[in-house]
């Protein structure tokens, strides 16, 4: 697989937790922890995939601060939009150890648009490497 086809491959399965986003914004009887959980998992993937194009294989960890600043250090601009982002990671480290990590109230709309953005973010930067090529 070419560094190029895994920025693709992440972006496919981000927006695969995006769909279900959209299916969960207004779904109550699913929780803020399972809603934040795939928020986290998109917002992931999205910057690991923008990472991938730089044939850099992403750091292993589901802490979005440290990625976004890996991608920063490769020279990416982060919107300042999609910075909020940032706090999701007390989704993942909940979802593995409930008993770890307390997680903030959600504005699921406001979220789906942040994940949006992230998406759109990414895809710009993979498109602009793909037509490089």
């Known amino acids: 697989m070419t ?3 895994l920025a693709r ?3 496919e399965k981000g927006a695969e937790d995006e769909v279900l986003l959209g299916k969960l914004v207004d779904d109550t009887e699913v929780s803020d922890d399972i809603f934040g959980f795939h928020v986290q998992q998109a917002a992931e993937k999205f910057i690991k995939s923008v990472l991938a194009v730089e044939e850099m ?3 292993r960890t ?3 601060a440290a990625l976004l600043e890996e991608a920063e250090a490769l020279g990416y601009d982060i919107p300042a939009e999609i910075l909020e982002v940032r706090s999701f990671t007390a989704f993942a480290v909940r979802n593995h150890y409930p008993f770890m990590a307390t997680a903030p109230a959600i ?3 406001g979220t789906l648009r942040l994940i949006r953005s992230m998406r759109t973010w990414a895809e710009g930067i993979v498109a602009g490497a793909g037509s490089a090529k």
């Open 107 to 109: 504005d699921r709309e």
């Open 9 to 11: 491959a992440f972006i």
């Open 57 to 59: 294989r992403p750091t």
């Open 62 to 64: 589901h802490e979005l």
């Open 3 to 5: 560094p190029l086809d």
